[in-house]
């Protein structure tokens, strides 16, 4: 939920405490999903918005936080991560979405991206 860092791993949000794990130094730093294992729903190969010849592929991927599951130890407010990847010739693209309907609580959540 956190990118970049959280000073001694610890955050306030909705009068609930959060403790994460500290990862370095004395700070906690790129949430919990960076080097998760996440749910493949589908891969696969599709034809770009232009109808060009060239193939796309898209990846859509999904990182549930409940019960269970490591992160939850430390962000027990239950939501679905879903994440599309797509890559054309031109472009990659990184749609997010982050679900909280399931467990009803606000969930506070930042995203960061380096992949290069």
Known sequence: PT?????RG???????KFQFPITKGE???HGFVHSATWNVIEAREIADR????EPAC????EFPIKPGVPAYEHFPLPHVLSLVIRVTR???RWTYTVDNRR???R???GFGLHPW
């Not at 990118?3 to 000073?7: A, D």
């Not at 232009?50 to 010849?53: C, D, H, N, P, S």
């Open 107 to 109: 969930v506070p959540f």
């Open 103 to 105: 467990g009803g609580a």
């Open 58 to 61: 898209e990846l859509q991927l």
């Open 50 to 53: 232009r109808g060009a010849a």
């Open 90 to 92: 031109d472009a990659v």
């Open 3 to 7: 990118p970049n860092r959280v000073r």
């Open 10 to 16: 610890t955050f306030h949000f909705d009068g609930q």
């Open 27 to 29: 700070n906690s730093i």
